[in-house]
């Protein structure tokens, strides 16, 4: 079994959605629940970007016993002096450096050459070294880079002492089968690549970032980056929850990560509170109605074995149960059910009476509520008495 490093950004790209900006405690309570989490590297910041990163990825540095702490920097000697001043006091830092290497970044972002982008990869991954051992090297838009090219700068910077590859779908461009391919071609043509972490770094711009890490772990990946409730640039990250709980459920027999997945639910509510960001209600794992039930064909299948319609124990992600809610669609069983849940056992004549003013009352509202059932029971016992 090939054990999965997850390391989280959810500090730095997931920190870079408008309006979601943390400052210094809120990083710190943050990445000590990470760590809690049991994810291999936290992402601290952008040292070099302003005077409170660096405070923070510095304090993160400090607090953070068991993770990697991360700091990103440009190919600038500058950003890569103070990545390191930032992570001088962590006890496994790690300095996230690199540059564009698709056509587009290297002729109109970086206005340069092919050569010179791979001479730039080189000493920056050379100067990080006399700081830290530990060296990510980011090849930015690795997605849209042909293959070729991609491999001479990722051997370039093997050779230059780098110790993770990072292979970034920075716009989400590509499909699964392009990205694992892209995966499996540098595996197959870096002389020592087998040495180094090669991970991936997946954009959600067209829903595919989830996919494309787990493809690239399928083709030789050891490592993925990822945010907390999928969040990040533009449309998101790959989501830490999703592919903790694939590479659980589904790749288990193959991959292990050292996620506590009891945690996810709990945390992930602690990361949209923090950054005042809503997680949309049919997230996967996370969201309100990811274990909710609302047809009356689920319901009653869900109310008679659980795993009909949920692949996922809910308690195994840290919700407490399967939620029944009672809508318009909903059938005798659900309704009976919660009853149940309420301390009210109905006979069949009782059930067959309070299902014909359920639904007339269902049939004005969204949901049917605990308050609303009561209010039903209390007008059945008068009209009987």
């Keep these: 079994m090939k054990q999965i490093q997850i390391f989280d950004t ?55 016993k068991n993770a ?8 600038v000697k500058e950003d890569i002096k103070v990545a390191g001043e930032a992570l001088a006091s962590a006890k496994r830092p790690r300095i996230h450096t690199g540059l564009g290497t698709s056509d587009s970044h290297i ?83 870096v002389v020592g690549i087998d040495k180094c972490t090669i991970s991936v770094h997946c954009h959600n711009d067209l829903g595919l970032a989830t996919a494309n890490s787990i493809a690239g772990v399928q083709n ?49 509510r ?3 509170m923090e950054m005042g960001m809503s997680v949309q209600a049919n997230k996967a794992i996370v969201g309100d109605n990811a274990f909710a039930h609302s047809s009356g064909i689920h319901q009653d299948g869900v109310i008679k074995a659980r795993d009909t319609y949920e692949i996922i124990d809910p308690r195994e992600v840290g919700v407490d149960k399967s939620l029944i809610v009672l809508t318009a669609r909903s059938g005798r069983a659900a309704l009976a059910y919660r009853f149940k849940e309420l301390g009210i056992n109905l006979t069949k004549r009782e059930l067959d009476a309070a299902y014909k003013i359920f639904l007339e009352v269902a049939d004005s509202k969204k949901s049917v509520e605990d308050e609303d059932l009561k209010v039903i029971w209390k007008g059945m016992a008068v009209a009987v008495a």
């Design 220 to 268: 030789g990946a050891t490592q993925i980056e990822c945010t907390m409730n999928g969040i990040g640039e533009r449309a998101g990250n790959c989501s830490l929850e999703e592919v903790a709980m694939i590479l659980k459920h589904r790749l288990g027999d193959q991959f292990s990560t050292g996620i506590n997945s009891r945690l996810l639910n709990p945390i992930s």
């Design 270 to 272: 602690e990361v949209s």
């Design 68 to 75: 990697t702490v991360c700091g990103l920097s440009r190919a």
């Design 107 to 189: 002729f109109d972002k970086l206005r340069t050459t092919r050569e010179k982008v791979i001479e730039r990869a080189v000493g920056a991954v050379r100067y990080a070294k006399t700081f830290v051992e530990d060296v990510e090297f980011y090849a930015e838009d690795a997605g849209r880079t042909e293959n070729a090219y991609l491999a001479q700068v990722i051997q370039a910077v093997v050779d230059a002492g780098a110790t993770v590859l990072n292979i970034p779908d920075t716009t989400g461009y590509c499909l699964p089968e392009e990205f694992g391919a892209k995966i499996k071609y540098l595996t197959e043509h």
């Design 10 to 64: 959810t500090l730095r790209d997931g920190e870079q959605v408008p309006g979601c900006k943390l400052d210094r405690d809120q990083k710190l309570r943050l990445a000590e629940r990470l760590e809690e989490l049991g994810v291999d590297v936290i992402e601290a910041g952008f040292p070099i970007s302003s005077p409170g990163d660096f405070a923070a990825v510095q304090e993160i540095g400090k607090l953070v």
